[in-house]
């Protein structure tokens, strides 16, 4: 059980209005797809990639358990707060299509983003983001990205992590990283982004995601 000064804290960072503690919502982010059930002590909504930040670096400091969660239609039980402590959903802010670059082929998205928003988006200018999980009309980019989401179309054109181009992320203590490039030849330095990729949220949380695009199919069936 979380003490409730700690509480007061993050009222007081993200506002009443962006972090509850009551049965309802402690139940409704309770599950994902497993049907397991474990309830957390608070849930907050981070507005932003500084909230993010700020709430990563105060939990790491007071040993709180953090669990970022997308839409909770996952089958692994990444989303889930086994251990009790905070859930950080990110769909009620961070979920914000930033740019979609046609000239270059790619698409710059928050966590929160729906897969089937962004297919639709894409497709409206003549473009085309393959990933389909079966969960994509609810699923989100960020939990694709933990999960590795693959779907009907991967056989032709691959999973998520083959269009996961870089990523910003808030690692446990506070700080926070960018990781590749929006370009399609970059060779210097580790894979971070592609360790991130099917973590689960264990190492960071995904505040921005790059992803390629590719040509619209002038035919589908």
Same mark, same amino acid.
């Given at each position: 059980m979380i003490d409730t000064k700690h509480i007061e804290h993050f009222t007081q960072l993200v506002g009443d209005e962006n972090i509850y503690s009551d049965k309802a919502h402690l139940i409704a982010y309770s599950y994902d797809a497993t049907r397991e059930h474990f309830e957390p002590d608070a849930v907050i909504f981070p507005r932003n990639e500084e909230d993010v930040s $700020?709430?990563?670096?105060?939990?790491?400091?007071?040993?709180?358990?953090?669990?970022?969660?997308? $839409? *909770?239609? #996952?089958?692994?039980?990444?989303?889930?707060?086994?251990? #009790?402590?905070?859930?950080?959903?990110?769909?009620?802010?961070m979920n914000k299509i930033l740019e979609i670059d046609m000239k270059n082929m790619v698409a710059i998205v928050q966590p929160g983003v729906i897969n089937m928003d962004l297919q639709r988006a894409v497709e409206e200018v003549g473009l085309f983001y393959p990933p389909d999980p079966a969960s994509?009309?609810?699923?989100?980019? #960020? *939990?694709?990205?933990?999960?590795?989401?693959?779907?009907?179309? $991967? $056989?032709?054109?691959?999973?998520?992590?083959?269009?996961?181009?870089?990523?910003?992320?808030?690692?446990?203590?506070?700080?926070v990283i960018k990781a590749g490039k929006r370009t399609i030849k970059d060779v210097a330095g580790y894979n971070i982004s592609g360790i991130l990729i099917a973590s689960e949220g264990t190492l960071a949380v995904l505040t921005e995601i790059t992803l390629k695009l590719i040509p619209k199919p002038k035919m589908t069936k």
């Open positions: $700020a709430i990563l670096k105060y939990c790491n400091e007071h040993k709180i358990i953090i669990v970022p969660r997308g $839409a *909770g239609s #996952g089958f692994t039980g990444g989303a889930l707060p086994s251990h #009790g402590g905070i859930v950080l959903a990110m769909e009620k802010h994509q009309d609810y699923s989100t980019i #960020g *939990g694709n990205v933990s999960e590795n989401a693959g779907g009907m179309r $991967a $056989a032709k054109y691959g999973i998520t992590k083959d269009y996961v181009m870089a990523t910003r992320a808030v690692l446990p203590n506070g700080d």
